[in-house]
């Protein structure tokens, strides 16, 4: 469908709420969601839409503290044993109440292998029903983030899901769709009313809902819009609200446009090459019988013949951080003494090639989505451009992040490039999902490469437990330390994040990527 026949929709569903249409957020973006399955798929454009609908236990405020959600009290009975006392009152968008027993369904269903969310389930052994609105969390250890992950372990109807045969989480990465990775039942603010792939998502306002809004906002029209020209074209002549995928060489345009404001800010998200550590012959590569990336002095050339300043000139036009961590600034455990970017030298790059016994090079080949990051698709082919300098040729594969993550978690790939925002600010989610060696659980479920180094594994598992702060955030940089330094994974850049708007918009940004429609006004005689 066209982008003309879209708005033209998105038109009818804002005159059909009546007096209501000044209160439609339209609202674009680059990205679809991958599903509606809330335990499916660690995406962040998935988490953020579906965060409208599908609640936690606990959230963040406007400022990133932790406040109540579906649970209003929470108790340590013990250092393993936590006690949350329920909402009541609380009722699913079917109009069946939020009970004990659908948090002890989702704890089940969160935990299935063929999900990505395990991660904010992490060191909980078991639920407890205590009655039909108190549970207890016994945990494997103390869990000094326990609050902060959980705000993403979201909660399903077990009723619902037993109704619709949909228990299982959807396998995502085998093609499978299920009842729930097409329809939405939660508790929210917000009921998600419809979803056609790569063209539109609805939202209406959940009357019933337990909350208060801070924000005008009735109904919400997502279009993932991938084309750069086509986006800024459609806000420009007013057809969307808001952008919050600006392509970096329109925002000094945007920003002298009168009708439209600018709100400005970091995100913590860090762009980054992951390479199969772990396969004992690279696939898609010339390579045979044995995999130059279990090398780190083949790891250290590709990393070194980066020019990462570069990227940030010319491709980013000065709209990211040049990174040497896997975490951003306004993480816990990122400090600047230890993310100072990486200076390009490709002759020692050359050397350490020619070391490693690839004198004249290799050939592998590297994934990328061309419709998640901001300008993933350009940064992949500068960073072809500058591996063959150093004689390495690499074939790209830009395509659909839908398409991309399929692969990747299929692990058909033999290097990929990846963004990663750090949903609970902490550089534990990091360090555990990219770069702990793979488990059946939470541990490394984002580890594709399938790096494994016993050193951090220890240092992951110290501090998912560790209550000492100050013991704990020194574990977290010897880890990051580690990581860098064994170039187990090769860091761009992080994001810079600006969003546009009309002036009638008035919104919070959210360093996590995650716009909220009920801290969203419009008004249209701002506009």
């Known amino acids: 469908m066209k982008l003309s026949s879209l708005l033209a929709a998105a038109a009818i569903a804002c005159a059909a709420v009546g007096t209501a249409q000044a209160e439609t957020l339209r609202w674009a973006a680059q990205n679809d969601i991958l599903t509606l399955d809330p335990h499916s798929q660690n995406h962040a454009t998935t988490n953020a839409i579906l965060m409208h609908s599908y609640e936690g236990l606990t959230r963040y405020n406007e ?32 109009g069946s109440p939020f009970t004990a027993d659908d948090v002890i369904f989702s704890f089940g269903r969160i935990k299935q292998p063929q999900g990505t969310m395990q991660i904010y389930v992490t060191g909980i052994n078991e639920i407890k029903k205590i009655d039909d609105h108190t549970v207890d969390f016994i945990l494997a250890a103390p869990q000094p983030i326990l609050l902060r992950n959980i705000i993403d372990f979201r909660i399903m109807s077990k009723a619902w899901s037993e109704k619709n045969k949909t228990t299982n989480v959807q396998d995502y990465k085998a093609k499978e769709e299920n009842y729930a990775s097409r329809n939405v039942n939660g508790t929210g603010p917000y009921k998600i009313t419809g979803w056609t792939p790569d063209q539109r998502l609805t939202m209406t306002i959940n009357k019933e809902w337990w909350g208060k809004h801070g924000g005008n906002v009735t109904e919400v029209i997502y279009t993932p819009i991938k084309s750069d020209p086509t986006r800024v ?105 230890i993310d100072i970017a990486i200076k390009p030298d490709p002759e020692r790059a050359k050397k350490l090639l020619a070391d490693a016994g690839y004198p004249n090079g290799f050939e592998f080949q590297l994934n990328c989505p061309n419709n998640r990051y901001v300008n993933d698709e350009e940064i992949c082919q500068n960073v072809v451009a500058m591996w063959a300098r150093i004689g390495v040729k690499t074939k790209l594969v830009a395509e659909s992040m839908a398409t991309f993550i399929q692969k990747v978690q299929n692990f058909d790939t033999s290097a990929y490039l990846l963004g990663w925002g750090v949903a609970t600010f902490d550089a534990q989610y990091s360090l555990q999902s990219l770069i702990r060696t793979r488990t059946t659980g939470a541990d490394g479920n984002f580890n594709f490469g399938r790096i494994s180094d016993a050193k951090i594994d220890a240092l992951v598992d110290a501090m998912k437990t560790e209550t000492d702060v100050a013991k704990r955030n020194a574990q977290i940089k010897e880890a990051l330390v580690l990581t860098r330094d064994e170039v187990h994974s090769i860091p761009l850049h992080h994001q810079l994040r600006p969003w546009a708007m009309k002036k009638g918009v008035t919104t919070i940004h959210r360093a996590d990527d995650r716009p909220e429609a009920r801290f969203t006004s419009v008004n249209p005689g701002g506009s």
């Open 233 to 337: 074209a459609a806000l420009l002549s007013g057809d969307v609200d808001m952008l919050t995928d600006l392509p970096v060489q329109d925002v000094a345009r945007l920003r002298q446009d009168p009708k439209l404001k600018i709100l400005d800010g970091h995100e913590v998200r860090t762009i980054f090459i992951a390479l199969d550590e772990f396969s004992p012959e690279l696939k898609y590569s010339d390579v045979k019988g044995k995999n130059p990336f279990k090398d780190k002095r083949v790891r250290e050339a590709l990393s070194i013949a980066i020019d990462r300043e570069a990227i940030k000139r010319n491709t980013m036009r000065g709209l990211s951080l040049p990174a040497s961590i896997i975490v951003a600034p306004g993480v816990n455990g990122h400090s600047p003494e």
């Open 63 to 94: 400022k990133f503290e932790v406040e109540p959600a579906l649970a209003t009290k929470w108790t340590m009975i013990s250092p393993t044993q936590v006690r949350f006392e329920l909402r009541k009152g609380v009722k699913f968008a079917d």
